[in-house]
């Protein structure tokens, strides 16, 4: 009834939904995956991803020097951009000991350059991978991983799942990141 009284309204709000839908908004919404995110002891789902520069590289790859520390993240996520700074401190102390660490972006509307400008104003080193979207618009590698950013696991040299942090609070997220490397032999 009340879209009766107000047929104009009614045509444009369809065909804003319709252009929305067109114009690719329909990604962003989407549905957790089933189960969570991955636990501790979970193998980690493989994949292979570019860098921004467009070199395809693998978590079997990063794996064969040792493990991983692999982080989602997007550009909208306050959490996600004071993370970075200690993944890279962690990235600079550990990497002689063997430990990779890459940062996997999945915003759907983060362009390669407004990920440049970040790293390059963060002063980041370690790699950053860029999700690929499928034909549906769905992210190819994110959904196998977890449903919220930023995410970070920590996996073992034989691919398991060694510590798994969602989020990253002000005063928890530096010091569940220690404990986690610790835990794994990274002092």
């Not at 839908?21 to 991955?38: E, F, K, Q």
């Not at 991803?49 to 982080?71: E, F, H, I, M, Y």
């Amino acid at each position: 009834m009340f879209l009766d009284l107000f047929p104009r309204f009614a045509t444009r709000a369809a065909a804003a939904l319709c252009a929305l839908l067109l114009l690719g908004a329909a990604p962003a919404i989407r549905a957790a995956p089933p189960g969570g995110m991955l636990k501790v002891g979970d193998r980690a789902p493989e994949f292979t991803l570019k860098t921004l520069d467009g070199v395809p590289v693998s978590l079997a790859a990063l794996l064969r020097r040792g493990p991983v520390l692999l982080n989602f993240y997007s550009l909208d996520c306050k959490f996600c951009g004071d993370e970075l700074p200690h993944l890279q401190e962690t990235f600079v102390r550990y990497r002689k000991a063997g430990l990779s660490v890459a940062s996997v972006n999945v915003g759907y509307e983060d362009t390669t350059e407004g990920i440049r400008r970040l790293w390059n104003a963060k002063g980041l080193t370690f790699p950053c991978l860029k999700d690929e979207r499928k034909p549906d618009g769905s992210l190819r590698v994110f959904p196998a991983w977890g449903q919220g950013y930023p995410t970070t696991y920590l996996i073992g040299k034989d691919g398991r799942i060694r510590a798994a942090m969602a989020g990253f609070p002000d005063a928890e997220g530096p010091r569940k990141l220690s404990e986690a490397l610790a835990a794994a032999g990274f002092r």
